[in-house]
């Protein structure tokens, strides 16, 4: 268990050293500090996770800041891939019409404009279940939370890219479509 005082004199002087570890894998400060607090909330709800007989605390933040910091990297790169397909899919999903053509692909690219307004973590698992085909329990493994988080995250980013484009109800779970 932590002594607040303390946990707080740690994040002053080790928080730097988790920031710049994620910076290194990530290249964005903004996304490198959300890590470094993440490492922190960890490290407050699990101490017993730091082990001192395999290391310095210094050293074990920068371990955890850098796996996390990879671990956001990586899903990152399959939500970045899975809206490439989308947007290059939408060729197979019409019948050659031009004009059709040209509707659809003006519904996904403000499905997908609709999606970016969802916080990450649902934009993250929304693309991965519906660009990359992942399950619900897939997800939960590669963005490292519980199966009904997962779920959630699917959810309530439908919900707010359904709300971005105006879309009341669709029932078939697809983005697009009429208001």
Do not use: C
């Not at 956001?72 to 790169?77: A, F, H, P, T």
């Not at 809206?83 to 050659?96: A, C, P, Q, Y």
């Not at 403000?110 to 619900?136: D, F, K, M, N, T």
């Amino acid at each position: 268990m932590w002594d607040p005082r303390e946990f707080s004199e740690t994040y002053r002087r080790l928080a730097p050293i988790a920031v710049r570890s994620a910076e290194r894998v990530l290249h964005d400060r903004a996304a490198a500090e959300d890590v470094a607090q993440d490492v922190f909330v960890r490290l407050w709800e699990r101490p017993s996770a730091f082990d001192p007989a395999r290391g310095s605390l210094a050293s074990y933040v920068s371990m955890v800041a850098r796996s996390r910091a990879l671990d956001r990297w990586r899903s990152r790169q399959a939500a970045d891939a899975a809206t490439e397909r989308m947007s290059h899919d939408v060729d197979l999903h019409t019948d050659g019409n031009a004009a059709d053509l040209a509707d659809h692909r003006s519904r996904v690219r403000a499905s997908i404009a609709a999606l970016r307004e969802a916080p990450h973590e649902q934009r993250q698992a929304v693309l991965l279940a519906y660009g990359a085909g992942l399950s619900a329990r897939e997800i939960a493994v590669a963005t490292k939370v519980p199966v009904g988080t997962a779920k959630s995250r699917i959810r309530l980013g439908l919900i707010r890219t359904r709300e971005a484009l105006g879309v009341v109800a669709l029932g078939d779970g697809s983005l697009g479509g009429a208001a």
